[in-house]
């Protein structure tokens, strides 16, 4: 199968064997919801960003922050967190906010 290579992200993912680029979509623009971090609640555990379908969420040496230009808030980061840190939120919430996709 032949794929535009705008939409080929060049990296390894953890699914990867590496020898291929993998398909990549822009899928942050699919999201309704938003996660939402506690930091006070996170134990940087690692288990959102492990679970994370598009492996979006960031590591920032402290907590894991999403990259909104591939979160899809599927909200399974939120699901899966054993300290109940994450929260979905309406992207309406962050109307205002710039980094809004
Ligand atoms: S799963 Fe929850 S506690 Fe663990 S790093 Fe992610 S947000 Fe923090
Ligand atoms: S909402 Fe889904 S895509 Fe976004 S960071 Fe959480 S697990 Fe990843």
Not at 13 to 30: F, N
């Amino acid at each position: 199968m032949v794929h535009n290579d705008k939409f080929m992200f060049p990296y390894e993912g953890a699914w990867s064997d590496g020898r291929e680029k993998l398909l990549c979509l822009d899928t942050g623009s699919w999201r309704v919801n938003r996660p939402v971090l506690d930091k006070e609640k996170c134990n940087y555990c690692s288990l959102c960003a492990l679970y994370c379908p598009p492996q979006c969420l960031k590591d920032m040496g402290d907590h894991y922050a999403p990259d909104l230009d591939y979160c899809k808030g599927c909200g399974i980061c939120a699901r899966e967190c054993p300290r109940g840190a994450i929260s979905m939120m309406p992207e309406g919430e962050f109307a205002d906010d710039s980094a809004k996709r």
